[in-house]
Structure formats: C-alpha cells, structure tokens
C-alpha cells in the first residue's frame, strides 16, 4: 500500500507542461544520442543489483529532473552474484569463461576431471566424473539447459556450454527471477575457443574448472518519471539493465528514451507521459514487474504504451573471415510489434521504416510481453536479437548517430498521431 501511496503522488504531483506551440516534432540531435549510449556503455557492466546499476539509474533520474520530470527510483531486493573471474586449465593454457546464473553458492565452483564432449543434445556417454562439453546452437539453448540436468542427476562434475552466435563471442543467457541455483558448476565458452577445447579434451589429460565470485544481498533499481497533469496517460519504458555493456542491446532504447523525454516538455497536452526505465531484465524481469504490478497508470487511462526494447537501433553487419564488419544503413531485421488498436497509425508511420512487423496477436517479444499480459490494449514495442546481443563485445560501435535520429524521429511522429486520436 505504501508503494502505491507513492505511486499516486508521483502522478497527481508532477509538473505542467510548459506552454509552447503544440504538437510538433523536434529534429532529433544525432551527436547526443550517441554520446547518450557512449555514456551508458562506459559504466560497465549493467547487471541488476551492482553498483552500475545504481549509477545508471542515477543518471537518468537526473536527466529526467532537468527536464521537470517528478521522478521517483523504485527498488526491489534481490540476492545477486556477483562475478570475479571463471576458466578451465589445462597446464599452462587456459580458456576464460561465464557462468550461467543461477551459480550454487552450496557447493564447490573448483572441480577437476576430464573434458568428455557431447556432439548432439542426448546424453551419449557416462558422464560420472566427467566435465561435460555440450553444444547450444542459437535456437536450441532451451534443449542444451535441461540436457545440464539430465548430466548433473547422472554424475557430471561440471557443464561447459559452446554459445553460439554471429560474433563468436561468449553469450550470456537470462536467468529466472527466482534463483534456481544448477547443481554442478555450469559455464559458457565462446565458440572462437571451441578448437582449444577441444583440443583439451583431445589430449585427455585433467582439467581445473572454477569460477570465482560471492552473492550479496542488494537491491536492484528502477527509475521512473512523469510530467502533466491530464487524466489520459503515455507510458515510455525501456530496460536498463543487462550481462555487459549492452551497447547494442540497450544504449539506443535508452538513447531514444531521453531524447523522447526531453521532446514531450516541449508538447502542450491534456496527457501526462510516464517514462520507466527497469532494471532486472536479465532475471527475470523483476523490475518490470514490479513497474506492471504496483506503479503502472490504470489500464483504462493509459491511451497508448510504447517499449523501447533490445535491438531498438542497430547497424546491419556483414560477416567476413575476419569477423563481423559492420554496414552504414539500420539493421533491417529488427522486430517491431504493434497491437490491433494502433495498427492503422503504426502502419502509416512506420511504412518505409525497415523492420519486420508483427501484429501482437501473432508474435510479441521482450517486455512488451508482460504488457499485454497486463491488459494493456494500445502498444507498440521493438524486441531484436542483434549480432553482438548478450556479448561482452556489444558497445557503441553496434548503433550511429543516424539510425538513432531516424527512429527517434518515426516514434515522434507516431505519438504526435496517436495523441491526436483520443
């Protein structure tokens, strides 16, 4: 109740709009959008519950304050584990590694034993005593995580997974809210070092496994603003948390975001905006939960909700035997998602806006998902798994001032037609 409390006065407190002329759109600034995702990027890694966690949301809270915006940084608990260092040895070579969260804090993360790989997901050899290498193809991660089981309740002393993805780097893969913690250690290699595992495993000889790091109690953070006092409301969100940098990922969502932010001052309206930025993501969606389930607008006064999601902004990128080269035109694969009520404005919108689009009654993707699980009716979301996606090489690099304005400008035009249509 006390939460709702806030909640309330978040949104009967919040400031006007200042007077200026009326629904029009501003020309996006390119050069700021992408310093706004070189800034997120360079706090480092933005997993929930660190101290990265905190600044990042710090600094979008004050973004929002400059703009007028009320804002208020909800927290939820959360045990997390916090990371050091994971390898496998094999006398003087080692291969770095991820673990795959849950990490079991009960037992040993230091275990020894031969490297034994499993070249199709079926438990093809004994596995007792083994260190275990399975394989997990991009589309079939689920198939390789309840093998883990399966090799765990038959002995293995520990899983090495083979991530697969177009930039050969480690892929990171998002964890349940409630920790179900594996019962044998279980780490993620990149597929660039599967040819020095597997000469490991070829040579037979006993390898060292461990993965160093601790699990505190701490909390995760979101931050919420809103401004208006009208009755009808837009709600903005966008995740900001993630395994890495989420340059890609994250950076432009965020990016647009503000820059939305900052446009809406400018909009003399009878609606109050709501932007929320949660954290969580990769657990689970704690923080947008908590955003759905106890801050939320009412569901029959919120007139239109848009999510920023993962990919939002990406460049397309070619691959060369040298690796991935990225082009100077937007990732055309990326996935919009819009729901029937908004369909004729999303479609005259975003006509020429190169995407795949799908009507949510056929295929929804990231947080919007729980959106309309809600019951929310007037959505639109963006959800995209781009080529350095849940990478520790996913940086700025992956977005360009141009793409950022571009899609900065449609969502511009879309709200202006959308709060036109009351």
């Not at 603003?225 to 965020?254: H, L, M, N």
């Not at 920023?308 to 035997?321: E, I, V």
Request: hydrophobic share 40%; proline share 5%; net charge negative.
């Amino acid at each position: 109740m006390k939460m709702k409390a806030v909640v309330y006065f978040l949104f009967l407190s919040a400031g006007c709009f200042p007077a200026c002329e009326p629904l029009k759109t501003v020309a996006p600034d390119g050069k700021r959008l992408y310093a706004d995702v070189e800034k997120y990027v360079s706090f480092g890694d933005h997993r929930t519950g660190t101290p990265v966690n905190t600044q990042t949301a710090a600094w979008l809270g004050e973004e929002l304050e400059k703009y007028g915006y009320t804002v208020d940084y909800p927290e939820f608990p959360i045990r997390q584990y916090f990371f050091d260092k994971a390898a496998i040895v094999s006398g003087n070579d080692s291969i770095s590694t991820f673990p795959q969260w849950w990490v079991n804090e009960q037992i040993s993360q230091s275990v020894r034993g031969r490297l034994t790989e499993v070249t199709s997901l079926s438990v093809q050899t004994n596995p007792e005593g083994q260190i275990i290498v399975v394989h997990a193809p991009e589309g079939e991660v689920l198939q390789a995580f309840r093998l883990i089981n399966t090799l765990a309740d038959n002995g293995a002393n520990a899983v090495v997974v083979i991530t697969e993805n177009p930039s050969g780097d480690v892929v990171a893969f998002n964890s349940t809210a409630k920790p179900e913690p594996w019962k044998i250690p279980v780490v993620l290699v990149a597929a660039k070092d599967s040819a020095k595992l597997a000469a490991f495993a070829a040579g037979q000889q006993m390898v060292h496994l461990y993965v160093d790091g601790e699990y505190k109690d701490v909390k995760g953070r979101n931050v919420s603003g809103a401004i208006g006092k009208g009755g009808k409301y837009v709600v903005i969100s966008t995740p900001i948390s993630g395994w890495f940098g989420c340059g890609g990922e994250r950076g432009p969502g965020i990016a647009v975001w503000l820059e939305l932010a900052r446009w809406a001052t400018t909009l003399k309206t009878d609606y109050t905006f709501v932007f929320t930025g949660n954290s969580g993501h990769e657990t689970g969606g704690i923080g947008a939960h908590l955003f759905l389930d106890e801050l939320a607008p009412p569901i029959e006064n919120t007139h239109l909700w848009i999510h920023l999601g993962a990919g939002l902004a990406t460049l397309a990128c070619q691959k060369t035997p040298e690796g991935l080269v990225r082009q100077n035109e937007v990732d055309s694969l990326r996935n919009f998602f819009y729901s029937e009520p908004i369909k004729d404005s999303f479609t005259e919108i975003f006509e020429k806006t190169k995407a795949q689009k799908f009507n949510t009654d056929e295929r929804n993707a990231g947080e919007l998902v729980y959106v309309a699980q809600k019951g929310y009716k007037r959505i639109l979301g963006v959800s995209y798994i781009h080529p350095y996606f849940h990478t520790p090489a996913d940086s700025a690099y992956a977005t360009s001032p141009r793409i950022l304005e571009d899609i900065t400008a449609d969502f511009q035009r879309f709200i202006l037609k959308e709060i036109g249509n009351k």
